[in-house]
């Protein structure tokens, strides 16, 4: 919760994170308005539902990859 407060996180916040971490999974979920995701399974509503989202650079790669590959598949669709 410290961490977070001098991270200037205030309200709910989106952890984000690259492959599963039980330590990490169990300390957030004793924490109030504070969720773990996955990068390679988060859907739109977690990412727009918090007010503040924290990720490690891994987890945004991943986060980063799957929308160039649905912006590369909405681009093939107009061609049809």
Known sequence: V???KSLGFKGSVLILIEKTDRALGLAARNLQRV???L??????YQLLGHAGILATQAAMAVLVRRLQAAAGEAGTDESS
């Open 2 to 4: 410290e961490l977070l």
């Open 35 to 37: 969720e773990v995701a």
């Open 39 to 44: 990068a390679r399974e988060v859907h739109p």
